[in-house]
């Protein structure tokens, strides 16, 4: 334990405590961890990793997906991705919006707000933003499910699509941290 961790442990502790906040994680393995770690409740954030984690992963497609995103979120990332795909041989990796058709106005409409009628149809709002996602980038989840594999090409600290990708259990193969601060430090590759 470091002092900054003990510090955040106790940090957190304090929150959990309190009746103004509520402590929750995205991913099973938080929830754990936490729970674990500090001895106090934590609440599984009813994010979409539950449903992901019943999509089969086959790793059936050719594609090896470049992750996490649609498309590469930043210059830095763009050019990273081209070097992988120019420097792969006869391997293709892709982002989604290469390989599904419709996927090209995704980032723009997929982020818009739901319409009032996915809100009260019953579902929640990770069901309605799925099932948005479905309509408007032209592929499931179940399609990004079968690559074999995708490579992390981070662009924050903390990425969803991590998460996503993590939990519908598709090998993930990320840089390391050596690696990761050297892109950043040279071409900011973490906004």
Known sequence: DTPLSAEAASVLRRLAASPKFVLAVSNAFD????RRTLHTGVLAWPGTSRQLAGVAYTGARAEVLLCCGNAPYNSAIHWLSD?????SGTTRFAWPYE???????????YK???AP?????????AEGRAARRELTCGYQYTDLADHPLAVLLP???HSYGTVQAYAMGIPLVAPSLALLSHLHVTSGIVS
């Open 117 to 125: 009628a996915a809100h009260h149809s019953g579902g929640s709002k």
């Open 155 to 157: 662009y924050s600290v």
């Open 83 to 87: 070097v992988i795909k120019n420097h």
């Open 112 to 114: 818009r707000p739901l």
């Open 31 to 34: 929830h754990v961890y936490l």
């Open 99 to 109: 390989l599904y058709q419709s996927a090209k106005s995704c980032s723009k409409s």
